[in-house]
């Protein structure tokens, strides 16, 4: 069972940058393709990046293409969220999730595990 921690949440200003990341229990990055999702007050948690070692993929929601970029060390069992051109509209608590699967999924239904979210807030 996979357990997973976030941090390097904040606030900045809107052009601003911050990195993310999500701590795993144990080594199962090389097996579990790895998602960050995030949720903004009154909406629903969408999909913003993931990676999978096992598959040799990652993905982006187009919202943040160019601007993010999601990475992973596997020797630490971390995946890093690299944001920068940060805007208004990314403010959000952001979660990471992993499933155990070569597939990266953009729908929360597929991930497993969930770790207990980061809160960024970007200020214009």
């Known amino acids: 069972q996979a357990q997973l921690v976030e941090s390097g949440g904040g606030s900045v200003q809107a052009g601003g940058s911050l990195r993310l990341s999500c701590a795993a229990s144990?080594?199962?990055?090389?097996?579990?393709?790895v998602g960050w999702f995030r949720q903004a007050p009154g909406k629903e948690r969408e999909f913003v990046a993931g990676?999978?070692?096992?598959?040799?993929?990652?993905r982006y929601a187009d919202s943040v293409k160019g601007r993010f970029t999601i990475s992973g060390d596997n020797a630490k069992n971390t995946v890093y969220l690299q944001m920068n051109s940060l805007k208004p509209e990314d403010t959000a608590v952001y979660y990471c999730?992993?499933?155990?699967?070569?597939?990266?999924?953009?729908?929360?239904?597929?991930?497993?595990?969930w770790g207990q979210g980061t809160q960024v807030t970007v200020s214009s």
């Open positions: 999730a992993a499933q155990y699967t070569m597939l990266v999924a953009t729908t929360t239904q597929n991930y497993d595990y």
């Open positions: 144990g080594h199962i990055l090389s097996r579990y393709a």
């Open positions: 990676i999978s070692w096992s598959g040799g993929s990652i």
